[in-house]
Nanobody
Framework: QVQLVESGGGLVQAGGSLKLSCTAS????????MAWFRQPPGKDRQLVAA????????YYADSVEGRFTISRDNAKNTVYLQMNSLKPEDTAVYYC??????????????????WGQGIQVTVSS
């Protein structure tokens, strides 16, 4: 397990940008694949983006491809989600998550076992 704390959420107008950060503690950060999930109101939690420890493998949901960028700084134990061209349908609680994995691939969703508390992102039209 690793402890995760998100920051950077808030309210933004459609077309704007936000950058989420997630800082980890408790275990070796580079031993984890990091990801961002989101849960829109009344819907299930969904995987948005994921990044292997080396940065060599990454995943984006079709709905955010080309608009969102996931990155990580292993020296700072931090993963980021840069969100550009935001749309009202991006409104959700965003969660940082970690899966134990020191190989260069994205593990299946059930492997993501550590979670942050979640942070609200609201995009107004």
């Amino acid at each position: 397990q690793v402890q995760l704390v998100e920051s950077g959420g808030g309210l933004v107008q459609a077309g704007g940008s936000l950058k989420l950060s997630c800082t980890a503690s408790g275990r070796t950060f580079s031993s984890f694949t990091m990801a961002w999930f989101r849960q829109p109101p009344g819907k299930d939690r969904q995987l948005v983006a994921a990044l292997a420890w080396s940065g060599g493998s990454r995943y984006y949901a079709d709905s955010v491809e080309g608009r969102f960028t996931i990155s990580r700084d292993n020296a700072k134990n931090t993963v980021y989600l840069q969100m550009n061209s935001l749309k009202p349908e991006d409104t959700a609680v965003y969660y940082c998550s970690a899966a134990p994995n020191d190989d260069d691939y994205i593990p299946p969703v059930p492997d993501f076992s550590s979670w942050g508390q979640g942070i609200q992102v609201t995009v107004s039209s």
